[in-house]
């Protein structure tokens, strides 16, 4: 499956962004999707994932600012970022995948190309 991440940006602390990942194919219910990030000079790091049946799991850096979710429909996952802070600056990926952990970056095949999401103190 391919994948295209969209609607990074330059935004203050405090605001709010929301990102798109389209993915091509006809499975894509199928798939976990999930979200990850790496700033500069780190890691990548697990951001959010959700299930094909709509189960979600999240960074506890993240947890009650963010909001994974997915429309089948239109194969397209989002992650809805509230109340960004200055650590959330890195570019995020998203990611398709099927088996193993949903924290863990093995567990997914597929990788967006990235975007970057830059917030301003």
């Known amino acids: 499956v391919q994948l295209q991440a969209s609607g990074g940006g330059l935004v203050q602390a405090g605001s709010s962004l929301r990102l798109s990942c389209v993915a091509s194919?006809?499975?894509?219910?199928?798939?976990?999707m999930g979200w990850f990030r790496q700033a500069p000079g780190k890691e990548r790091e697990f951001v959010a994932a959700i299930m094909s049946i709509g189960t979600t799991y999240y960074a506890d850096s993240v947890k009650g600012r963010f909001t994974i979710s997915r429309d089948n429909a239109k194969n397209t996952v989002y992650l809805q970022m509230n109340s960004l802070k200055h650590e959330d600056t890195a570019v995020y990926y998203c990611?398709?995948?099927?088996?193993?952990?949903?924290?863990?970056?093995?567990?997914?095949?597929?990788w967006g190309q990235g975007t970057l999401v830059t917030v301003s103190s």
């Open positions: 990611a398709a995948g099927y088996r193993g952990s949903v924290y863990l970056s093995p567990s997914y095949d597929s």
């Open positions: 194919g006809r499975t894509f219910s199928r798939f976990v």
